[in-house]
Protein backbone atom coordinates (compact mmCIF):
# COMPACT_ATOMS: atom_id res chain seq x y z
CA UNK A 1 0.00 0.00 0.00
CA UNK A 2 1.74 3.68 -1.15
CA UNK A 3 2.28 5.52 2.11
CA UNK A 4 -0.91 7.11 3.50
CA UNK A 5 -2.48 7.67 7.08
CA UNK A 6 -5.21 4.67 6.58
CA UNK A 7 -4.47 2.20 8.56
CA UNK A 8 -2.69 -0.61 7.15
CA UNK A 9 -4.29 -3.72 6.74
CA UNK A 10 -2.24 -6.84 6.75
CA UNK A 11 -5.31 -9.47 6.54
CA UNK A 12 -6.38 -7.40 3.75
CA UNK A 13 -2.89 -7.50 1.90
CA UNK A 14 -2.21 -11.25 2.70
CA UNK A 15 -5.65 -12.31 1.12
CA UNK A 16 -4.89 -9.88 -2.17
CA UNK A 17 -1.84 -11.62 -2.54
CA UNK A 18 -3.71 -15.44 -1.80
CA UNK A 19 -6.09 -14.76 -4.14
CA UNK A 20 -3.40 -13.62 -6.83
CA UNK A 21 -1.22 -16.95 -6.05
CA UNK A 22 -4.08 -19.32 -6.40
CA UNK A 23 -5.65 -17.68 -9.69
CA UNK A 24 -2.34 -17.68 -11.41
CA UNK A 25 -1.91 -21.55 -10.23
CA UNK A 26 -5.72 -21.46 -11.77
CA UNK A 27 -4.21 -19.92 -14.67
CA UNK A 28 -0.93 -22.26 -15.16
CA UNK A 29 -3.02 -24.91 -14.94
CA UNK A 30 -5.60 -23.94 -17.33
CA UNK A 31 -3.44 -22.99 -19.72
CA UNK A 32 -1.68 -26.21 -19.73
CA UNK A 33 -4.69 -28.09 -19.98
CA UNK A 34 -5.64 -26.26 -23.46
CA UNK A 35 -1.98 -27.12 -24.50
CA UNK A 36 -2.69 -30.55 -23.86
CA UNK A 37 -5.47 -30.60 -26.03
CA UNK A 38 -4.46 -29.11 -28.60
CA UNK A 39 -6.35 -25.98 -28.67
CA UNK A 40 -4.81 -23.05 -30.20
CA UNK A 41 -5.75 -20.56 -27.39
CA UNK A 42 -3.22 -17.73 -28.24
CA UNK A 43 -5.92 -15.42 -29.91
CA UNK A 44 -8.13 -15.97 -27.00
CA UNK A 45 -5.41 -14.88 -24.70
CA UNK A 46 -4.45 -11.62 -26.72
CA UNK A 47 -8.06 -10.63 -26.79
CA UNK A 48 -8.24 -11.23 -23.02
CA UNK A 49 -5.18 -9.32 -22.53
CA UNK A 50 -5.90 -6.45 -24.44
CA UNK A 51 -9.65 -6.49 -22.60
CA UNK A 52 -7.32 -6.36 -19.28
CA UNK A 53 -5.10 -3.64 -20.02
CA UNK A 54 -8.01 -1.60 -21.20
CA UNK A 55 -9.50 -2.02 -18.34
CA UNK A 56 -6.68 -1.71 -16.12
CA UNK A 57 -5.67 1.37 -17.70
CA UNK A 58 -8.88 3.03 -18.65
CA UNK A 59 -11.20 1.87 -15.65
CA UNK A 60 -12.34 5.62 -14.13
CA UNK A 61 -13.30 6.70 -17.70
CA UNK A 62 -15.33 3.25 -18.21
CA UNK A 63 -17.30 3.45 -14.94
CA UNK A 64 -17.88 7.43 -14.89
CA UNK A 65 -18.98 6.40 -18.52
CA UNK A 66 -21.42 3.84 -17.73
CA UNK A 67 -22.91 5.18 -14.47
CA UNK A 68 -23.04 8.66 -16.18
CA UNK A 69 -20.84 10.51 -14.01
CA UNK A 70 -19.45 13.68 -14.76
CA UNK A 71 -16.36 15.15 -12.95
CA UNK A 72 -17.10 18.46 -10.94
CA UNK A 73 -15.38 21.44 -9.61
CA UNK A 74 -15.27 23.03 -6.18
CA UNK A 75 -17.64 25.62 -7.42
CA UNK A 76 -19.97 23.16 -8.65
CA UNK A 77 -20.29 21.26 -5.65
CA UNK A 78 -18.17 22.79 -2.84
CA UNK A 79 -19.65 20.48 0.14
CA UNK A 80 -18.71 17.55 -1.89
CA UNK A 81 -15.05 18.70 -2.84
CA UNK A 82 -14.86 20.02 1.06
CA UNK A 83 -15.33 16.71 2.69
CA UNK A 84 -12.60 15.20 -0.07
CA UNK A 85 -10.39 18.08 0.82
CA UNK A 86 -10.60 16.87 4.66
CA UNK A 87 -10.27 13.28 4.18
CA UNK A 88 -7.28 13.79 2.30
CA UNK A 89 -5.35 16.06 4.75
CA UNK A 90 -6.54 13.51 7.15
CA UNK A 91 -5.00 10.71 5.19
CA UNK A 92 -2.00 12.59 3.59
CA UNK A 93 -3.17 10.89 0.29
CA UNK A 94 -3.18 13.33 -3.20
CA UNK A 95 -6.41 14.35 -4.07
CA UNK A 96 -8.70 12.32 -6.44
CA UNK A 97 -10.92 13.64 -9.52
CA UNK A 98 -14.11 14.33 -7.71
CA UNK A 99 -17.51 13.20 -9.74
CA UNK A 100 -20.90 13.29 -9.45
CA UNK A 101 -23.47 10.89 -11.41
CA UNK A 102 -26.73 11.58 -11.87
CA UNK A 103 -28.89 8.95 -10.07
CA UNK A 104 -31.32 8.59 -7.75
CA UNK A 105 -29.83 5.20 -6.33
CA UNK A 106 -27.90 5.94 -3.06
CA UNK A 107 -24.56 5.23 -3.71
CA UNK A 108 -20.69 6.08 -4.00
CA UNK A 109 -17.97 4.38 -6.03
CA UNK A 110 -14.12 4.90 -6.50
CA UNK A 111 -12.07 3.55 -9.62
CA UNK A 112 -8.68 4.24 -10.59
CA UNK A 113 -5.30 2.19 -10.87
CA UNK A 114 -3.67 4.13 -8.24
CA UNK A 115 -3.86 7.34 -6.47
CA UNK A 116 -2.74 9.67 -8.97
CA UNK A 117 -5.69 8.61 -11.27
CA UNK A 118 -8.31 7.49 -8.82
CA UNK A 119 -11.61 9.29 -9.02
CA UNK A 120 -14.17 9.58 -6.36
CA UNK A 121 -18.16 9.39 -7.65
CA UNK A 122 -20.85 9.63 -5.20
CA UNK A 123 -24.88 9.59 -6.88
CA UNK A 124 -27.02 12.75 -6.83
CA UNK A 125 -29.40 10.17 -4.57
CA UNK A 126 -26.74 9.75 -1.96
CA UNK A 127 -25.95 13.45 -1.84
CA UNK A 128 -29.61 14.24 -0.99
CA UNK A 129 -30.04 11.89 1.70
CA UNK A 130 -26.77 11.93 4.13
CA UNK A 131 -25.68 14.61 6.47
CA UNK A 132 -22.05 15.34 6.05
CA UNK A 133 -20.63 13.41 8.75
CA UNK A 134 -22.60 10.22 6.96
CA UNK A 135 -20.90 11.37 3.91
CA UNK A 136 -17.61 11.75 5.09
CA UNK A 137 -17.48 8.10 6.49
CA UNK A 138 -19.05 6.79 3.10
CA UNK A 139 -16.28 8.74 1.27
CA UNK A 140 -13.29 7.98 3.62
CA UNK A 141 -14.67 3.80 3.28
CA UNK A 142 -14.34 4.60 -1.00
CA UNK A 143 -11.16 6.40 -0.55
CA UNK A 144 -9.26 3.65 1.46
CA UNK A 145 -10.34 1.63 -1.33
CA UNK A 146 -7.80 3.74 -3.85
CA UNK A 147 -5.22 3.63 -0.81
CA UNK A 148 -5.16 -0.02 -0.63
CA UNK A 149 -4.77 -0.52 -4.49
CA UNK A 150 -7.17 -2.99 -4.19
CA UNK A 151 -9.51 -1.64 -7.23
CA UNK A 152 -6.47 -2.64 -9.39
CA UNK A 153 -6.03 -5.72 -7.83
CA UNK A 154 -10.05 -6.67 -8.42
CA UNK A 155 -9.45 -6.15 -11.58
CA UNK A 156 -6.66 -7.90 -12.60
CA UNK A 157 -8.16 -11.22 -10.83
CA UNK A 158 -11.05 -10.39 -13.40
CA UNK A 159 -8.59 -11.82 -16.01
CA UNK A 160 -8.52 -15.21 -15.66
CA UNK A 161 -12.55 -15.43 -15.30
CA UNK A 162 -12.60 -13.42 -18.62
CA UNK A 163 -9.71 -15.69 -20.22
CA UNK A 164 -12.43 -19.13 -19.51
CA UNK A 165 -15.56 -17.20 -20.50
CA UNK A 166 -14.00 -16.62 -23.66
CA UNK A 167 -12.82 -20.23 -24.24
CA UNK A 168 -16.17 -21.15 -23.19
CA UNK A 169 -17.94 -18.76 -25.86
CA UNK A 170 -15.26 -20.31 -28.76
CA UNK A 171 -16.05 -23.72 -27.72
CA UNK A 172 -20.14 -23.46 -27.94
CA UNK A 173 -19.62 -20.89 -31.50
CA UNK A 174 -16.96 -22.18 -33.52
CA UNK A 175 -17.39 -25.69 -33.82
CA UNK A 176 -14.98 -27.03 -31.64
CA UNK A 177 -17.81 -28.87 -29.94
CA UNK A 178 -17.83 -31.74 -32.57
CA UNK A 179 -13.96 -32.16 -32.91
CA UNK A 180 -12.17 -35.48 -31.81
CA UNK A 181 -8.93 -36.04 -31.71
CA UNK A 182 -9.94 -39.48 -33.47
CA UNK A 183 -13.10 -41.02 -34.71
CA UNK A 184 -13.75 -43.15 -31.18
CA UNK A 185 -12.34 -40.07 -29.22
CA UNK A 186 -14.26 -37.60 -26.88
CA UNK A 187 -15.27 -34.15 -28.57
CA UNK A 188 -12.10 -31.94 -27.39
CA UNK A 189 -14.76 -28.89 -27.29
CA UNK A 190 -16.80 -29.97 -24.55
CA UNK A 191 -13.69 -31.13 -22.68
CA UNK A 192 -12.16 -27.10 -23.40
CA UNK A 193 -15.98 -26.03 -21.96
CA UNK A 194 -16.33 -27.99 -19.06
CA UNK A 195 -13.01 -26.62 -17.78
CA UNK A 196 -13.25 -23.28 -18.88
CA UNK A 197 -16.79 -23.55 -17.18
CA UNK A 198 -14.86 -24.80 -14.35
CA UNK A 199 -11.71 -22.21 -13.79
CA UNK A 200 -14.34 -19.63 -14.11
CA UNK A 201 -16.58 -21.25 -11.38
CA UNK A 202 -13.29 -21.10 -9.43
CA UNK A 203 -12.00 -18.01 -10.26
CA UNK A 204 -15.39 -16.14 -9.89
CA UNK A 205 -15.83 -17.43 -6.49
CA UNK A 206 -12.28 -16.13 -4.85
CA UNK A 207 -12.24 -12.42 -6.40
CA UNK A 208 -16.02 -12.40 -4.64
CA UNK A 209 -14.44 -13.95 -1.30
CA UNK A 210 -11.90 -11.18 -1.64
CA UNK A 211 -14.53 -8.43 -2.58
CA UNK A 212 -15.95 -9.12 0.64
CA UNK A 213 -13.54 -8.88 2.18
CA UNK A 214 -11.77 -5.93 0.83
CA UNK A 215 -15.53 -3.93 2.19
CA UNK A 216 -15.14 -4.96 5.47
CA UNK A 217 -11.82 -3.88 5.71
CA UNK A 218 -12.75 -0.28 3.62
CA UNK A 219 -14.87 -0.08 6.91
CA UNK A 220 -12.59 -0.65 8.95
CA UNK A 221 -10.26 2.25 7.37
CA UNK A 222 -12.60 4.90 6.64
CA UNK A 223 -13.90 4.84 10.43
CA UNK A 224 -10.69 4.55 11.90
CA UNK A 225 -9.77 7.40 9.76
CA UNK A 226 -12.61 9.41 10.64
CA UNK A 227 -13.03 8.39 14.11
CA UNK A 228 -16.59 8.08 14.10
CA UNK A 229 -17.91 4.88 13.21
CA UNK A 230 -21.39 5.57 14.19
CA UNK A 231 -21.74 7.98 11.32
CA UNK A 232 -20.52 5.78 8.60
CA UNK A 233 -22.74 3.07 10.43
CA UNK A 234 -25.49 5.17 10.51
CA UNK A 235 -25.11 5.83 6.72
CA UNK A 236 -24.78 1.59 6.06
CA UNK A 237 -28.91 1.99 7.49
CA UNK A 238 -29.77 4.60 5.53
CA UNK A 239 -28.98 3.91 2.13
CA UNK A 240 -29.36 0.15 2.83
CA UNK A 241 -32.64 1.06 3.77
CA UNK A 242 -33.80 3.39 1.20
CA UNK A 243 -32.42 1.30 -1.67
CA UNK A 244 -35.80 -0.98 -1.38
CA UNK A 245 -37.53 2.61 -2.46
CA UNK A 246 -35.42 2.68 -5.57
CA UNK A 247 -37.58 1.02 -8.69
CA UNK A 248 -36.22 -2.46 -9.57
CA UNK A 249 -35.64 -1.08 -13.74
CA UNK A 250 -32.59 1.61 -11.56
CA UNK A 251 -31.43 -0.48 -9.68
CA UNK A 252 -30.67 -3.15 -12.27
CA UNK A 253 -29.30 -0.70 -14.51
CA UNK A 254 -26.92 -0.39 -11.65
CA UNK A 255 -26.27 -3.76 -10.37
CA UNK A 256 -23.19 -4.47 -12.60
CA UNK A 257 -21.32 -2.43 -10.71
CA UNK A 258 -22.69 -3.51 -7.40
CA UNK A 259 -18.41 -4.64 -6.67
CA UNK A 260 -17.45 -1.19 -7.01
CA UNK A 261 -20.66 0.41 -4.79
CA UNK A 262 -20.29 1.46 -1.38
CA UNK A 263 -23.80 -0.33 -1.14
CA UNK A 264 -25.02 -3.41 -3.83
CA UNK A 265 -27.54 -2.01 -5.59
CA UNK A 266 -29.44 -5.47 -5.58
CA UNK A 267 -28.77 -7.89 -3.28
CA UNK A 268 -29.22 -12.02 -4.08
CA UNK A 269 -32.27 -13.31 -3.44
CA UNK A 270 -31.14 -17.04 -3.53
CA UNK A 271 -30.11 -19.42 -0.26
CA UNK A 272 -28.44 -17.57 2.46
CA UNK A 273 -25.54 -19.66 2.20
CA UNK A 274 -25.66 -19.04 -1.80
CA UNK A 275 -25.75 -15.83 -1.86
CA UNK A 276 -23.68 -15.32 0.74
CA UNK A 277 -20.60 -16.83 -1.74
CA UNK A 278 -21.75 -15.81 -4.60
CA UNK A 279 -22.29 -11.47 -3.11
CA UNK A 280 -19.70 -9.29 -3.88
CA UNK A 281 -20.16 -7.34 -0.02
CA UNK A 282 -20.55 -9.10 2.89
CA UNK A 283 -24.20 -8.56 4.68
CA UNK A 284 -25.17 -5.90 6.68
CA UNK A 285 -25.12 -6.85 9.77
CA UNK A 286 -21.92 -8.28 9.96
CA UNK A 287 -20.45 -4.54 8.66
CA UNK A 288 -22.84 -2.78 11.72
CA UNK A 289 -21.12 -5.22 13.84
CA UNK A 290 -17.40 -4.36 13.01
CA UNK A 291 -18.43 -0.66 13.37
CA UNK A 292 -19.90 -1.62 16.61
CA UNK A 293 -16.58 -3.30 17.94
CA UNK A 294 -14.66 -0.13 16.48
CA UNK A 295 -16.76 2.17 18.32
CA UNK A 296 -16.15 -0.11 21.59
CA UNK A 297 -12.35 0.26 21.13
CA UNK A 298 -12.69 4.19 20.37
CA UNK A 299 -14.39 4.08 23.71
CA UNK A 300 -17.70 5.47 21.86
CA UNK A 301 -21.09 4.59 23.04
CA UNK A 302 -22.66 4.66 19.32
Do not use: W
Amino acid sequence: MAHTRFAPDRGLTNRMVLTMFLLGLLYVVFVGVLVALGVQAVVVLLIAGAMLLVQYFMSDRIALFAMHGRVVGPQEAPELHGVIDRLCAMADMPKPRVAIADSDVPNAFATGRNQKNAVVCATTGLLRRLDRAELEGVLAHEMSHVAHRDVAVMTIASFLGIVAGLMTRVALYSGLGGRRDNQNGPPIGLIVMLVSVLVYAVSFLLTRALSRYRELAADRAGALLTQRPSALASALVKVSGDMARIPTRDLREAEPFNAFFFVPALAGRAGASLASLLATHPPLDRRLEQLRRISGQLGQGG
